[in-house]
């Protein structure tokens, strides 16, 4: 079974990773940090996981697929205080339910210092 690659969008400076890989039916969208079109992290919760969403949207667009079409998310946080501002911007950005299975997890760090957040996820292109 043959696998696509989805890259980082063009001028984004990337870890070697695809943001995606879809084998047979099933997207794989890697964890997803709150950057901006430039590459760069604001630094509110708000406005990264604001981000993240946009990101993410891009790759489901580019799959030809909806965020309906989530099956099961990972959600990272740095910080616990963060978790109720973030169920809040989830379910308006995911929903309305029935959501895709999730997992929430408080990290000490993620790759640098300034994310707050990186979000993670598979999609079901069955229909696609």
């Known amino acids: 079974m043959p696998i696509q690659h989805f890259l980082p969008p063009a001028g984004i400076k990337s870890p070697p990773l695809s943001f ?5 039916d099933l997207l794989f969208i890697s964890g997803i940090p709150g950057f901006d079109e430039k590459g760069a992290l604001p630094d509110g919760f708000e406005a990264q996981f604001g981000n993240v969403v946009i990101n993410i949207k891009r790759i489901l667009v580019e ?20 978790v109720a ?6 379910a308006e950005a995911f929903g309305p339910a029935p959501y895709p299975a999730r997992t929430t997890c408080v990290v000490v760090a993620l790759p640098n210092p300034q994310m707050l957040i990186e979000i993670e996820g598979v999609a079901s292109l069955a229909k696609r």
């Not at 995606?20 to 047979?24: H, I, L, N, P």
């Not at 501002?85 to 989830?90: A, E, I, Q, V």
Request: net charge positive; proline share 0%; charged share 25%.
């Open 20 to 24: 995606a890989t879809r084998v047979g």
């Open 85 to 90: 501002t973030m169920n809040k911007l989830y």
């Open 63 to 82: 799959a030809n697929a909806t965020f309906r079409d989530l099956v099961k998310v990972n959600v990272l946080l740095t910080r616990a205080s963060d």
